[in-house]
C-alpha cells in the first residue's frame, strides 16, 4: 500500500470520525438529565447509548490509523521526534481503548442487567460501582489527555510553515494543544474562568473543524511536499 492510499484512508478515517461525534451528540441530545445515579446507569443501558460506545470504541482503534499517517509525515523530518508524537498518541490509545471497554461491557451492559434482577440492598452495591467506575474514569483523563498533548505539542513545533499545505496541519496541532490545556485547566487544575458549559458547547464544533481540516490536509498533501520537507532537513 503506497502513501497516497495511506493518506486517502487516513483521511476517510478523519471524516467518518466526525460522522460518529455528531451521532454521540445526537443520542446525548435525546435523553434528558437523569433524576438519579440508577437513572442515569439505566440511560446509558438504552440502546442508543450502547450503539454510540460500540461507534466510539471502534472509531478509537481506526483513529489510530489515522496517528500513524500523521507520524509518518512528521517522521520524514524527524524520526526521534515523530516517535515521541507516535508514543505520546499510542499512550492516549491504550488508555482510551480499556475505558471504554469497561464503560460498554460492564458499566453500560453488565451493570444495568445485574441491576434489573437485584433486591433493594444489591441495587446499592451496584449504584456505588457504577459511580466508582465514572470516579476513576475521570482521574484517568489526565494522562490520557496529558499524552495527546506531548504529541501535539510535538507536532505543532515540528511541522513546517512551507509548503504552505503544513500550516493546516500546524493550526490543527495548535487548536488541539489549546484545547487539552483548556480541559486540563478545567478539570484538574480547578481555574474557574475555564469551567462552565462553554467547552461542551464547543466540542462537537471542535471536532467538525479539526478533523475536517486534518481531512483536508491529506487530501492535498503530495509526495513532492514530503520531498520539500525532506530537502529542507537535509
Not at 490520557?144 to 510553515?161: D, H, W
Not at 487539552?180 to 473543524?209: C, T
Request: some cysteine; aromatic content about 18%.
Amino acid at each position: 500500500m503506497n502513501f497516497s492510499t495511506i493518506k486517502k484512508v487516513a483521511a476517510f478515517i478523519a471524516l467518518a470520525y466526525i460522522l460518529i461525534q455528531t451521532w454521540q451528540w445526537y443520542v446525548y441530545e435525546q435523553f434528558g438529565a437523569p433524576a438519579n445515579t440508577q437513572e442515569e446507569m439505566m440511560q446509558g443501558h438504552h440502546i442508543l447509548h450502547v450503539s454510540r460506545s460500540w461507534l466510539m470504541l471502534i472509531a478509537i482503534f481506526a483513529m489510530m490509523i489515522l496517528n500513524i499517517a500523521i507520524c509518518y509525515v512528521a517522521s520524514n523530518i524527524s524520526r526521534f521526534w515523530a516517535w515521541v508524537a507516535f508514543v505520546g498518541y499510542f499512550a492516549f490509545f491504550m488508555l482510551e481503548i480499556a475505558l471504554r471497554s469497561v464503560e460498554l461491557f460492564y458499566v453500560q451492559l453488565q451493570l444495568p442487567a445485574e441491576a434489573l434482577k437485584a433486591d433493594a440492598t444489591a441495587l446499592q452495591g451496584i449504584t456505588e460501582k457504577f459511580s466508582t467506575f465514572y470516579s476513576i474514569q475521570h482521574a484517568m483523563y489526565f494522562p490520557l489527555i496529558f499524552s495527546t498533548t506531548i504529541a501535539y505539542v510535538t507536532l505543532f513545533f515540528l511541522f513546517p510553515s512551507k509548503p504552505k499545505v503544513f500550516m493546516i496541519i500546524k493550526i490543527v496541532m495548535g487548536l488541539n494543544v489549546l484545547r487539552s490545556l483548556w480541559r486540563i485547566g478545567a478539570d484538574f487544575l480547578g481555574i474557574k474562568w475555564l469551567q462552565g458549559s462553554l467547552y461542551n458547547d464547543l466540542y462537537l464544533p471542535l471536532v467538525v473543524l479539526l478533523y475536517g481540516l486534518t481531512a483536508w490536509w491529506l487530501f492535498r498533501l503530495k509526495e513532492n511536499d514530503l520531498a520539500k520537507i525532506v530537502h529542507q532537513t537535509a
